[in-house]
């Protein structure tokens, strides 16, 4: 009950301080500044918890399935789930930017130079080779969480062969992992503070109220169709939730509340792993289950960065008048899949990816110009639901291999 008491008081604070973050940013602007380094050192705590976290969470997890064959049920419902809600996204998505039509009128004059970084062919051999790195401590200094994973993964599996005299070991990761979920209790105190001043300064960074209004009035309607098809596959995912995972949406979205403000105010779906992992325990989800999924689900699962980039290149393609086949809008729903499946969970990331997507339909890069003024935005409005996803993967990858056993 106490416990209750303090996620409910915790999740009251969080709403209160997005809320005066928010007005704090539009009346006072760049003043808000001044409390940068607050929001700054709330991120910064939380990115420090990752490869830790990570590294405990998948290695107790996969070590306490036993039957390498759970390993790979587990994995299989993972990706099956991964694969159809990015899909469901992009989708949703496309049919968003037909019906809204948001590039069609726009001035392109009005982009500002857009930073397009240099990015190569990506095909199949270099997804694969993502996954592994030459240096596992060069992988956690720059968090590479996926080759990580990978290794924690191999780490585990061979522990778990070892009997007796991987014990230990194991014991040790288990009391690693607890100890980690501890700390992320501590942190969790500092949370509103660390929101009010992450939403109130990076909204004084844009220029204050006035400036922001200006920004999204110019783009109106990109942004009602990334933020109406984002709210669609919220839709989408509770009934899944409701359907697969016989769960509550109130009571799971309540125990998430949390999370999803934090995932919000950080833009980073990595750096709210911690806060995620705490959330999806207190809804009681399979203890295996959220170990293995979430931590895979926020280097692999995407849904709403897939889903806005599906919106933003049909924008951008509108905006300089390019009518995009059928086929074509095919092309870039596989590959906004799978730019999505290989984002980083960290701010700004579809950004990058979005590149290999606009380059695969043979639209302009300088169109990712059009979209900076308001991305910042979007961009943790998309990464809530990106944590949703995860969160709501763990509930049904749970149900279902507890079904199977």
Known sequence: MMRSFTENKLLLLMVVAIVAGGISGFVWG????????????FLTTLKMLIVPLVAASIITGVAGLGDVRKLGRMGGYSVAYYACTTLIAVAIGLLMANLW???VGV??????????????????????????HANII????????LPIIVFC???????????EKGRPVILFFEGLNE?????????????????????????????????FIAQLAGLARYALAVISGLLTHAIVLSVILWIFARRSIAVYLRHMGTALMTAFSTASSSATLPL????????????????FVLPLGATMNMDGTALYEAVAVLFIAQAYGIDLSFGQQMLVLLTATMAAIGAAGIPEAGLVTMVIVLEAVGLPLDGIGLILAIDWFLDRCRTTINVYGDAVGAAVVGRLTQEKQ
Request: charge should be negative.
């Open 179 to 211: 100890a980690m979920m501890r700390i992320v209790e501590w942190v969790m105190l500092f949370a509103p503070i660390g929101v009010f001043a992450l939403i109130a300064s990076k909204l004084g960074s844009a220029g204050g109220g006035d400036a």
């Open 153 to 163: 993964i191999l780490l585990a599996a061979a522990l778990s062969t070892l009997g």
């Open 276 to 291: 995620t992992l705490e959330g999806v325990k207190l809804a009681g989800v399979d203890e295996k289950a959220r170990r």
């Open 138 to 145: 060069d992988a956690a200094a720059n968090m590479k969480l």
């Open 101 to 103: 039509q948001p590039g």
């Open 30 to 41: 760049e003043a808000m500044g001044s409390v940068a380094w607050l929001g700054e050192l």
């Open 107 to 132: 001035d392109l004059a009005s982009g500002g130079a857009a930073p397009t970084p240099a990015v190569g062919d990506v095909g199949i051999t270099d997804l694969i080779l993502s996954l592994v």
